[in-house]
């Protein structure tokens, strides 16, 4: 059973869309959830810290539900520099456990 | 610039031989990963380390070392032992905290030839 799931798309969006991601994750006692964004080639980056109580972050919204363990990013008014993949990260204990990341493509 | 530094960029083996892969962070961390990450694949644990001088093996260790002398350096040695080295190698390091983010170096990836 794998720590994190998530859906690998890949997502192809029109410029402009919105678009979800959604990542579970196995284990209740996770303390702390990320998002981070992963160009080709590059080093994954953090986007945004996940809070129970939903963040924003212009045109990002992040929120987490612990009773049904998982975790969703909003992307709106998509933008052809949001192509990338989107790693769902979790931390439990000091221990980080990725998704394998959903990739999306936005399309002109 | 606080950062994490990883060297070099791309490197090329042959097999047979065994390779060191250079992690330094200036970022005052404790902990610091390596991973390892192959195409549609996530990122796999290789080693860990909370402290100098102790490390951890993470979910794949068989065929990697490592060292933790100093407080910012973290090297892994890609052994003869590793069946399937070529890959994207990343290095990450984080304080020892339950809400901290990783910080991850640009990279080495290696290539078997």
Same mark, same amino acid.
């Given at each position: 059973?794998?720590?994190?799931?998530?859906?690998?798309?890949?997502? !192809? @969006?029109?410029? $402009?869309?919105? @678009?979800?991601?959604?990542?579970?994750?196995? !284990?209740?006692?996770? #303390?702390?959830?990320?998002?981070?964004? #992963?160009?080709?080639?590059?080093?994954?980056?953090? +986007?945004?810290? @996940?809070?129970?109580?939903? !963040?924003?972050? $212009?045109?990002?919204?992040?929120? +987490?539900?612990?009773?049904?363990?998982?975790?969703? +990013?909003?992307?709106?008014?998509?933008?052809?520099?949001?192509?990338?993949?989107?790693?769902? @990260?979790?931390?439990? $204990? !000091? #221990?980080?456990?990725?998704?394998? $990341?959903?990739?999306?493509?936005?399309?002109? | 610039?606080?950062?994490?530094? %990883?060297?070099?960029?791309?490197?090329?083996?042959?097999?047979?031989?065994?390779?060191?892969?250079?992690?330094?962070?200036?970022?005052?961390?404790?902990?610091? /990963?390596?991973?390892?990450?192959?195409?549609?694949?996530?990122?796999?644990?290789? /080693?860990?380390?909370?402290?100098?001088?102790?490390? %951890?093996?993470?979910?794949?260790?068989?065929?990697?070392?490592?060292?933790?002398?100093?407080?910012?350096?973290?090297?892994?040695?890609?052994?003869?032992? %590793?069946?399937?080295?070529?890959?994207? /190698?990343?290095?990450?390091?984080?304080?020892?905290?339950?809400?901290?983010?990783?910080?991850?170096?640009?990279?080495?990836?290696?290539?078997?030839?």
């Amino acid at each position: 059973r794998k720590e994190v799931e998530q859906d690998p798309g890949p997502f !192809n @969006v029109p410029e $402009g869309a919105t @678009v979800a991601f959604n990542c579970t994750y196995s !284990n209740s006692a996770s #303390q702390s959830f990320f998002w981070y964004r #992963q160009d080709c080639r590059k080093e994954p980056k953090l +986007l945004m810290s @996940v809070y129970s109580s939903g !963040n924003e972050d $212009g045109r990002f919204t992040a929120q +987490l539900n612990r009773a049904s363990q998982y975790i969703s +990013l909003l992307i709106r008014d998509s933008k052809l520099s949001d192509s990338a993949t989107y790693l769902c @990260v979790v931390n439990e $204990g !000091n #221990q980080f456990y990725f998704g394998t $990341g959903t990739s999306l493509t936005v399309i002109p | 610039d606080g950062g994490i530094t %990883q060297s070099p960029k791309y490197l090329f083996r042959k097999e047979g031989q065994n390779v060191t892969l250079s992690c330094e962070q200036n970022l005052n961390h404790d902990a610091m /990963y390596w991973y390892r990450q192959d195409p549609g694949q996530g990122l796999r644990l290789i /080693y860990y380390s909370q402290i100098v001088n102790d490390f %951890q093996k993470g979910d794949i260790a068989e065929g990697y070392s490592v060292s933790r002398e100093k407080k910012e350096s973290f090297p892994l040695t890609v052994t003869s032992a %590793q069946k399937n080295p070529t890959a994207f /190698y990343l290095c990450a390091s984080s304080m020892w905290s339950i809400n901290t983010e990783a910080f991850f170096g640009q990279g080495t990836r290696l290539t078997v030839v």
